[in-house]
């Protein structure tokens, strides 16, 4: 799969509507995704959660290294998704990320990089901050 973005689409509340299109293809991706159920991560803990929990994205707060990798894979960023692999960048740290830091902390292609932050870092910020202001 070639590295095309998610297109950004509105749906009954942002980008992230309860029945957008955006939403039903983050869910499409994500029942292809194989979870081995508990992942031990390099500093020890365990990763446990899923990005899909209930039939909808899971917060990414959540999100061990292991499922931002998975999430960039599933969305046709591969050769990039080792970049967040190779930084430690778990759900956490994905929130914090600047478009700084996805253009040059990463070491990726500016292209990709730019389509990376655009479709997905800022998105799923936006995702993170309404469900925690309800």
């Known amino acids: 799969m070639k590295n095309r973005p998610l297109r950004t689409v509105h749906g009954n509340d942002g980008r992230f509507g309860s029945d957008s299109p955006l939403r039903r293809r983050l869910m499409k991706i994500y029942s292809n995704i194989r979870y081995s159920g508990m992942d031990e991560k390099a500093n020890g803990s365990m990763d446990t959660k899923s990005p899909v929990e209930n039939g909808q994205i899971a917060d990414p707060a959540n999100w061990g290294v292991a499922d931002v990798v998975n999430y960039f894979k599933a969305t046709g960023f591969e050769e990039q998704a080792t970049a967040f692999q190779d930084q430690e960048i778990d759900g956490k740290s994905l929130l914090l990320?600047?478009?700084?830091?996805?253009?040059?902390?990463?070491?990726?292609?500016?292209?990709?990089?730019?389509?990376?932050?655009?479709?997905?870092v800022k998105p799923l910020q936006t995702q993170h901050l309404k469900s925690n202001a309800s």
């Open 97 to 120: 990320m600047t478009r700084n830091d996805v253009l040059t902390g990463l070491s990726i292609k500016l292209g990709p990089a730019l389509k990376i932050y655009e479709y997905h």
